[in-house]
């Protein structure tokens, strides 16, 4: 018997049971009359929840005359990790009407709950719970509050917390810097680095990954250079989940070939790591070698999720060229997800880009589902050839459907009757897209609204119009405006845009070749050579025109 009991009692010091094993453990116990004790009673709830068998776990519980702090925590969290938030709570509920009262590990179980249910009242009662409980000091509170508010973007709350409590663990510092960092106060979060050193804190890799999400921007650079070199000091360089964050810092900061060196050095990145790689050299312009790495991936035997996928059909179509885009999609289809509303709606989008409108319509018309990210994607590929009618059509099927169009919707819309030279259609849209959907235009607006306007030489209309705009205005509408002073001939205008571009640091070589073909045009040929030789000079340097679009690749 004794030696049965020390097999129980390993069995139950294990952090995981199967479903089976835990089956047996409990009819051990109940056969053993032990089933009456709450230290018994907690391990079967435990394993049962890891497997996720709820109904087991809440019937051992509910049959358990004796409850522990343990026992009543165990069932609660179990509830909570299972996002069954209501039972978390009602459970709550009675125990603190119970004898047993709420401990630490109760508060932080339903503060975590509460901020995976982005439950903002619920999380301020728990808060008031705890300073009720005289644990307004404990640490496990106030990391889990800390942590909480953070996730929800309350990070003033979150500080308020944090400096409230006399001798905040590395937990709580890495949550509060986490908080900072994942909002954009990237230089909160080094503010409160220096001063966990000044303390002599030892940071982590947590800590590290916290001040490294907050830099978004190639302006940040150096400083993400900085804390790189912190982290070999560190000796976090071996690192996989600093490494990983490392590389998409790089990525954001389009410090490519930095990125790339951080993830060679690592034995094996996962998906998040690849994703991060293949959408910064996306993001950074050069396609190529973003469709390279996802056929590394491939090769590699991972499995690319579909925002991944996605984004190197976006990849491809910027390269318009249809052949790696058309093998995406037979990826697509071997692994089933054809089916998926981002990935269609992302090749419906490449297909136009690359010239094969006719694909892409047939792509749109047998998915399944359909959301307004689809109708937009094809509502721009049919205005992009021309093809303005059709999108009309399609929007008459938004409207019919009940879905609600957006910015990107009238977007599109705008765009297509630009390619096509619907003038009045064109207002008409922006009018209903102000008055009848309550939409703003932004800047893609304006620049579409501008080149209608000028299409009907109405060039002071869309001068006046720009300059009622708030400061500072876009310098692609501008540019907008500046191309239709190009198509009209009108110089004095063009300079008067062009002054504002040069005003607003616009270093778009095309706006100056603009300016100079429109002075040529006027027969100010000293001028236009002046601008031609600010070009040629280096500098400013104007993009090499190409072949734009390349298809399918016939044999003799």
Known sequence: MLFQFQLLHLDLSKVYQSLSRTKQLHALIIKTHLSH????ATRIVRFYAVNGDLHSARKVFDESPSRSVYLWNSIIRAHAQAHKFDHSFSLFNRMVRSETKPDNFTYACLIRACSDNFDLEGLRLMQCGVTVSGLGLDSICSSALVTAYSKLGLVDEASRVFHGTPQPDLVMWNSMI???GNFGF???GLELFSMMRYMKVVPDGYTFVGLLLGL?????ISVGQGIHGLCLKSNLDSNDHVCSVLVSMYSRCRCMDSAHKVFSGLFEPDLVTWSS????????????KALFFFKCLNMEGKKADPILIASVLAAASQIANVAPGSEIHAYVLRRGLESDVMISSALIAMYSKCGFMGIGTRVFEIMPEKNIVSYNSLILGLGLHGLAAEAFRMFNEILRNGLVPDESTFSALLCACCHSGLVKDGREIFRKMRKEFGIEARAEHYVHLVKLLGMEGRLEEAYNLILSLPEPVDSGIWGALLSCCDA?????????????LFESNSEKSAYTVMLSN??????????????????TEGQLRKTTGVSWIKGFSRSA
């Open 518 to 535: 429109i002075y040529a045009g006027d027969g100010r040929w000293d001028d236009s050579k002046k601008l031609r030789d600010y070009i």
């Open 37 to 40: 004790d709450p230290f018994y």
């Open 488 to 500: 009209c001939g009108d110089s004095e205008l063009a300079e008067i845009i062009a002054q504002k």
């Open 178 to 180: 986490w908080g900072y």
């Open 186 to 188: 990237w230089d909160k």
């Open 277 to 288: 790689l293949i959408t910064g050299y996306s993001q950074s312009g050069d396609y190529e």
């Open 216 to 220: 978004k921007d190639s302006s940040l």
